[in-house]
């Protein structure tokens, strides 16, 4: 009869136990939503990209256009072509993703608060990313044309579904010669 008891005894605090997680869980999960708006009040996160972790996100984005952007505060051409990337995804989402690296020192906490500032300035409709370093190792990982070219600013590349690569500049583009290139790859089958 103890173990009786006992057995009883355990089960009901095994089930309080599952029913203090499962409460924990579901307020987690109610106040998620403001926990990212508390996040987003703070200003835009960038997360820290490494070259191989670039070549993993234009992998992970198979079946889409791929627009593959690196860009500065500094640099004046990326100023003037980024209000247009953003337009371009805009305007395909769904079909196209934009990947936004940004050349800003990550070392160097003015320049990472200058991009962060541009971010809330910009309000882009995409991911941005801050390379991990601005050394010619980072140029080298991502494109060893780049590297070879001076790392010149802006840099872009354009993928296909296949995560083929298609087209590269080293210049700033604008909506039509961004759209002539991605247009017909969108039309394009991914299998």
């Not at 500094?74 to 003037?80: A, G, K, L, S």
């Not at 936004?100 to 541009?118: F, I, L, Q, R, W």
């Not at 590269?168 to 583009?173: H, R």
């Amino acid at each position: 009869m103890t173990n009786r008891i006992r057995s009883s005894r355990s089960g009901r605090s095994l089930s309080v136990r599952f029913a203090s997680v499962a409460l924990a869980a579901l307020a987690l999960l109610i106040l998620s939503p403001q926990l990212g708006r508390a996040q987003s009040d703070a200003g835009p996160q960038m997360k820290t990209v490494h070259p191989q972790d670039i070549k993993a996100l234009i992998a992970a984005n198979k079946g889409k256009v791929v627009f593959l952007n690196f860009f500065a505060t500094y640099c004046v051409p990326c100023h003037t072509e980024f209000p247009d990337i953003i337009k371009l995804q805009d305007k395909y989402k769904g079909q196209l993703q934009v990947i936004e690296v940004s050349m800003n020192d990550v070392t160097d906490p003015s320049d990472v608060a200058e991009m962060k500032k541009y971010l809330e300035q910009t309000k882009p409709s995409f991911p941005v990313y801050i390379a991990s370093s601005v050394d010619d190792d980072f140029y080298k990982g991502v494109d060893a044309r780049w590297a070879k070219d001076g790392e010149a600013l802006p840099m872009t590349t354009i993928y296909d579904k296949d995560g083929k690569e298609v087209h590269y500049y080293e210049k700033a583009l604008n909506l039509q010669s961004m759209e002539s290139d991605v247009k017909p790859l969108l039309s394009g089958s991914s299998d």
